[in-house]
């Protein structure tokens, strides 16, 4: 089978053999694969792995009889495999298990990666697989995961229904953040990037838009969602945030950002996301099935062979690109 693997900070295209089934695993052929502008750093640091975490495709082989049922369906998978008999996997918090292991993607930690989707065939465990309608094409189930984080961001917050919330960041989970936000009754958002296309984006979503922080100093959000992550990003953040409000990383990085106590002056916090739980993907499912959720954002779709045309998009600003096996 043709796949998109990572070799030496770039990526080539390779025949390799196709999966092989062991207990509890499904076979699954990709029909769509996302990739994300935010996700490429991880993407790539996946050496010698097939990349791509946002997967779409229909079951085609089980190895148990408990799975037979799923063969034939079309499935979004949750991309993370874990150890499921530790204190967080079975108190339903399994982003926080130290067995965690993505699909496709090296997180910050250095841990390596499973195979991912960008690929013709993929096997994942049963239990992974989230069986979907046929009312939602491809692209737009590619984007359950990313509403799922986005989802698992916006729960992090105790003020949301007809509070005022902020969003930094211009890559796809920024964009599903600002819908998600108002599906769940934010009065507004804030959304905050340079780049037109992206805050026209945002604006069709339901944001209000702006290039850069406004002059007059701290606004008053109560929540201030930080997609970048960075020192300026972090700064801009709290700079946003009122006194008893929340600033919640929703990525996470090796840059050292400097804080004064002062900046926590009034109760402020700063908190962040483990990742989306198995609750936050089917959630996402439902609402995107019913029309809650629209998938703007799901981007061009291009072949395994054009993988590169792909890649360009992303490193010129895209949010987002979808593979085609």
């Known amino acids: 089978m043709k796949a998109l693997i990572a070799k030496e900070a770039a990526l080539t295209l390779e025949e390799r053999e196709a999966p092989r089934l062991t207990s509890g ?19 790539l640091q996946a050496q010698g792995k097939i990349i791509g975490r946002e997967i779409t495709g229909i079951v085609k082989e089980a190895a148990d009889a408990r799975f037979e049922a799923f063969v034939g369906k079309r499935v979004v998978l949750i991309p993370y495999r874990t150890c499921e008999g530790c204190l967080y996997c079975r108190t339903n918090r399994k982003p926080l298990c130290e067995s965690l292991v993505w699909q496709g993607y090296a997180d910050t930690q250095g841990k390596q990666a499973l195979d991912g989707g ?73 959304y905050i990037d340079e780049d037109k296309s992206r805050t026209e984006m945002a604006q069709s979503l339901g944001a ?18 930080d997609t970048v992550c960075t020192a300026s990003s972090q ?79 992303l490193c010129h600003g895209a949010p987002r690109a979808v593979v085609m096996p």
């Open 25 to 43: 695993e499904i076979l699954v052929r990709v029909s769509a694969c996302g990739l994300s502008r935010e996700d490429l750093p991880g993407l």
């Open 118 to 190: 960008a690929a013709e065939w993929i096997k994942v465990w049963g239990a992974q697989a989230l069986p979907v309608d046929d009312g939602l094409s491809d692209a737009q189930l590619g984007c359950v995961p990313v509403y799922a984080a986005a989802l698992a961001a916006a729960r992090k917050s105790e003020y949301l229904y007809a509070e005022h919330t902020a969003v930094l960041g211009s890559g796809a989970l920024g964009l599903a953040l600002a819908e998600v936000l108002r599906s769940m009754g934010s009065a507004a958002v804030l």
């Open 208 to 225: 209000r838009c702006a290039k850069v922080l406004p002059e007059d100093g701290r606004v008053g959000y109560r929540t201030v969602f």
């Open 235 to 313: 700064r801009t953040a709290l700079e946003l945030t009122r006194e008893k409000g929340s600033v919640i990383n929703c990525a996470c990085g090796k840059e050292e950002v400097p804080y004064l106590l002062r900046d926590l002056n009034g109760e402020r916090s700063i908190c962040s996301v483990g990742g989306p739980q198995e609750k936050d993907y089917y959630d996402a499912l439902r609402m995107l099935a019913a029309g809650r959720l629209s998938a703007s954002f799901a981007g061009r779709a291009y072949s395994l062979a054009d993988f590169d045309e792909a890649i360009k998009d």
